[in-house]
T-cell receptor, first 112, second 113 residues
Framework: AQSVTQPDIHITVSEGASLELRCNYSYGATPYLFWYVQSPGQGLQLLLKYFSGDTLVQGIKGFEAEFKRSQSSFNLRKPSVHWSDAAEYFCAPRSNDYKLSFGAGTTVTVRA | DARVTQTPRHKVTEMGQEVTMRCQPILGHNTVFWYRQTMMQGLELLAYFRNRAPLDDSGMPKDRFSAEMPDATLATLKIQPSEPRDSAVYFC???????????FGPGTRLLVL
């Protein structure tokens, strides 16, 4: 069965510190992979996506993610977080029939 | 800047009432998705359409929910009759099968009393 896991429910990080959010998936083949961010009371905004090619992908707001086939992972990183990065982050593999499967999400709190 | 729009943004209704949520996909997009977000279940796919035809509604309670696309610029999600357990945020997303990415609307926050 296809599944996606975000092991960290909540992460607290200091402003200016680095951030890494984990995502592991279990799919028959390498799916298309997405990271979305949701600010409180808002819809989901696409941060970045991986389809093929270079395994390190750059996104908006200074985020990047690395696809590691051997680990079935697609972790999201940011070198230096800003207070505005406080939000909930969702990893979402997409299967061949265009359906996204969302992880449970990781809530990021940024402390001053 | 093209965006998915959803109306209403907020809806409070009483149990048993009909609720209709509307979505205008981004012009030119040929796939439309309906999701529901709750604290307990997270984000769940309810139904999706391609070229206005329903492809999958397996995530939708069939007895009370229905989804349609009367035309390429409008998708609707209807609940009749509504129940308190339907309280959630309902998101519409659209995409272009050639671009592979889904773009989300701001959601409709539904509260059924």
């Amino acid at each position: 069965a296809q599944s996606v896991t975000q092991p960290d429910i909540h992460i607290t990080v200091s402003e200016g510190a680095s951030l890494e959010l984990r995502c592991n998936y279990s799919y028959g083949a390498t799916p298309y992979l997405f990271w979305y961010v949701q600010s409180p009371g808002q819809g989901l905004q696409l941060l970045l996506k991986y389809f093929s090619g270079d395994t390190l992908v750059q996104g908006i707001k200074g985020f990047e993610a690395e696809f590691k086939r051997s680990q079935s992972s697609f972790n999201l990183r940011k070198p230096s977080v800003h207070w505005s990065d406080a939000a909930e982050y969702f990893c979402a593999p997409r299967s061949n029939d265009y359906k996204l499967s969302f992880g449970a999400g990781t809530t990021v709190t940024v402390r001053a | 800047d093209a965006r998915v729009t959803q109306t209403p943004r907020h809806k409070v209704t009483e149990m048993g009432q009909e609720v209709t949520m509307r979505c205008q996909p981004i012009l030119g997009h040929n796939t439309v998705f309906w999701y529901r977000q709750t604290m307990m279940q997270g984000l769940e796919l309810l139904a999706y359409f391609r070229n206005r035809a329903p492809l999958d509604d397996s995530g939708m309670p069939k007895d009370r929910f229905s989804a349609e696309m009367p035309d390429a610029t409008l998708a609707t999600l209807k609940i009749q009759p509504s129940e308190p357990r339907d309280s959630a945020v309902y998101f519409c997303a659209s995409g272009n099968s050639y671009q592979e990415t889904q773009y989300f609307g701001p959601g409709t926050r539904l509260l059924v009393l």
